[in-house]
């Protein structure tokens, strides 16, 4: 099934492994340089090599996997892109030394792949004899062996948010705040990847990709962070809207329509007769019925009814989190009684940590 660009290949441990369908353009291009060097039997030759060290970079993933199961985090999916793979955690551990644990775990397991390769297969590794490309399966034994112990020193190059830029964070993390640790490591990271970038225009296309990553994924984790500072010490009461237009099950899209250009929501509440709120019907839930069943479709078969419910007193972090992890468009705030009472969604978070921001900008000053 194909979802958010990826495919589902299996399931494992309660994670599912996902690959990203730009996955094909690597396959491609693998296929396309070796093919060039030596024929279609290279380019087979380079697609098992790629396809195995994949298996090498699930390996890895499933390494940070089980080393943050021990400390009750979940992995719900790992997504394998071309510049590798991205595990989905529903959270970053915060103490120190878990996160070292979790960081370290990934790349100890290319080490010991390298090792377990070369007890096996040590008379048949000849790291010279690559230069031949002569496409045998003691140069594919070779080059994976070789693969693994550039994944192992890759990976810890302290770019945030790679594995050894998270160990960084976590050593900075013994002498000072989360929040200013993950700023300096991010920095750090990124000064890394504008490097790396230099080194690309070189020509290594790939390491600009990588660098563009590292850059982007740094900036990302690190802003994050800084809203989990912010909202901290807040409850969802402080920053639910409770003046919003809402919509029965039983309107049409036509009147929903009306009130998306009459209003500034994105998304609308859809409340029962009992005043039981029975789902959300977002902007692109509109279009999208608009398109499959016209303007008189009814608002019941459009909205979306997996909604998230939290109390007045939830921490306000929770709900980043659950709207985070869950994408979800919003999340439902209930009174004491259990009625709904208001939701949060992104855009009205962002403002409360705006104005948080600024006031702790004009404290400084």
């Not at 790349?107 to 496409?135: K, M, T």
């Not at 099950?249 to 039981?276: C, I, K, M, N, W």
């Not at 998230?308 to 999340?331: E, G, H, N, Y």
Request: proline share 4%.
């Amino acid at each position: 099934m194909v979802a958010g660009g990826s495919i589902k290949l299996f399931e494992f441990s309660g994670t599912s492994v996902r690959l990203h369908l730009t996955f094909a353009l690597l396959i491609a291009w693998i296929a396309t340089i070796y093919g060039m060097q030596g024929g279609p039997r290279a380019a087979v030759y380079g697609i098992v090599f790629i396809v195995i060290l994949f298996a090498c970079v699930v390996l890895h993933e499933f390494g940070h996997i089980f080393a943050a199961r021990r400390y009750g985090i979940k992995t719900p999916d790992i997504t394998l892109l071309p510049i590798g793979g991205v595990a989905s955690m529903e959270r970053m551990p915060e103490r120190p030394g878990q996160e070292i644990v979790v960081a370290l775990a990934g790349p100890a397991v290319n080490l010991v792949l390298a090792g377990l390769i070369y007890l096996l297969f040590s008379a048949q590794i000849d790291v010279e004899r690559l230069a031949e490309a002569q496409y045998r399966p003691s140069d594919l034994i070779t080059q994976v062996f070789v693969a693994n112990i550039v994944l192992f020193v890759f990976n810890l190059i302290p770019a945030f948010p790679m594995d050894g830029g998270r160990v960084l964070r976590a050593l900075l993390g013994f002498t000072m705040s989360y929040h200013k640790a993950t700023q300096t490591a991010a920095a750090v990271g990124q000064a890394i990847a504008i490097l790396f970038a230099v080194l690309g225009l070189m020509g290594n296309p790939f390491l600009i990709l990588v660098a563009l990553f590292i850059f982007l994924a740094a900036s990302g984790e690190a802003q994050v962070v800084e809203t989990k500072s912010l909202t901290h010490g807040f409850t969802a009461r402080d920053a639910m809207i409770t003046k919003f237009q809402a919509l029965s099950p039983l309107d049409d899209l036509d009147a929903a329509t009306q009130l998306l250009l009459a209003t500034t929501q994105q998304e609308f509440p859809v409340v029962g007769e009992d005043g039981r709120l029975v789902g959300v019907l977002t902007r692109e839930n509109l279009i999208a019925g608009l398109n499959g069943g016209g303007r008189q479709t009814r608002v019941a078969d459009a909205m979306t009814t997996e909604v998230l419910f939290v109390p007045q007193s939830r921490p306000l972090d929770d709900v980043f989190a659950m709207l985070q992890q869950k994408k979800a468009p919003i999340v439902a705030v209930t009174d004491p009684a259990g009625r709904f009472d208001g939701y949060i969604n992104f855009e009205n978070l962002s403002e409360l940590v705006m104005v948080q921001r600024t006031r702790q900008d004009h404290a400084r000053t």
